[in-house]
């Protein structure tokens, strides 16, 4: 996978993606991140990259011109046209499933707006994916570039050390994370749960996969209706919602 960022803010972008798990893939060459430098792309003495908005209003627009040319270097020896992604709060919100979508690529550009956006005659032109990282603006498309190409690149084969972990993390069925304990066995006076002091590994799934219900029900219900649930995790469920009523009966 070849991720290439279009960015104003290089440096940005790779002192961000170059360190821990993220940087030490691309060390081992398990993914490529090439970041390009739109400004070097502008035609203008001064580098200009921006100008004041056609009919008025705050801020600067980034020109067309430069967004273009850079992505012309990015694909001219590209045999087929790839996703160009262009981070706006206006997108669709970014998911596990747009992440896994988008792993299987071999090369997806994201393209980082500044000031106040792009001319959108040149995102007609070369974008095919509208994301936002959530509903909240932020000064640049950079940060949200990074969370995606984080997101994406964990997926990769050989990019986390067992591939077991990005099979077993939250949204795996889409449920959450079961809680984690390790070492002291007491911390502050709270033991770890029992069953994973058995070695009973069908006990500790069992909890687990129930943690995991019990954690998605309590904090994020509404992905309960688009999750994965077994027959038992719905039997599970049944059996909450009768004590839930039956407490509420009783009192
Ligand atoms: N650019 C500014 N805010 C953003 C957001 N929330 N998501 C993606 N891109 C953005």
Redesign the pocket.
């Known amino acids: 996978m070849r991720f290439h960022v279009m960015t104003l803010f290089p440096d940005m972008v790779w002192n961000g993606l170059n360190t821990s798990i993220t940087g030490r893939a691309i060390e081992k060459n398990l993914f490529e991140l090439n970041v390009a430098n739109i400004r070097d792309y502008s035609t203008d003495k001064h580098k200009h990259v921006d100008d004041y908005p056609y009919g008025g209003g705050a801020g600067m627009v980034m020109q067309p011109g430069p967004v273009y040319d850079c992505y012309q270097d990015i694909v001219k020896d590209m045999k087929k046209k790839p996703r160009v992604v262009?981070?706006?709060?206006q997108?669709q919100v970014?998911s596990q499933a747009i992440a896994e979508e988008l792993s299987k690529e071999e090369d997806l550009i994201f393209l980082?707006?500044h000031y106040e956006g792009i001319d959108d005659r040149v995102l007609d032109e070369i974008v095919t994916d509208y994301?936002?990282?959530?509903?909240?603006?932020?000064?640049?498309?950079e940060?949200?570039?990074m969370v995606m190409i984080d997101s994406i690149s964990r997926l990769l084969p050989g990019v986390l050390n067992n591939d077991v972990s990005a099979e077993y993390e939250s949204f795996q069925d889409g449920l959450l994370e079961y809680p984690q304990y390790t070492r002291p066995e007491t911390f502050r006076g709270q033991k770890v749960p029992e069953v994973l002091l058995s070695g009973h590994h069908g006990n500790i799934e069992k909890w687990r996969r129930e943690q995991s219900l019990k954690r998605t029900l309590e904090r994020r219900p509404e992905l309960l209706e688009g999750a994965e649930l077994t027959k038992e995790d719905k039997k599970t469920l049944e059996k909450w919602e009768k004590s839930r009523v039956n407490a509420k009966k009783i009192k």
Request: net charge negative; glycine share 22%.
């Open positions: 262009y981070m706006t709060p997108g970014f980082c707006g994301l936002s990282i959530g509903d909240y603006v932020l000064t640049g498309g940060l949200p570039a």
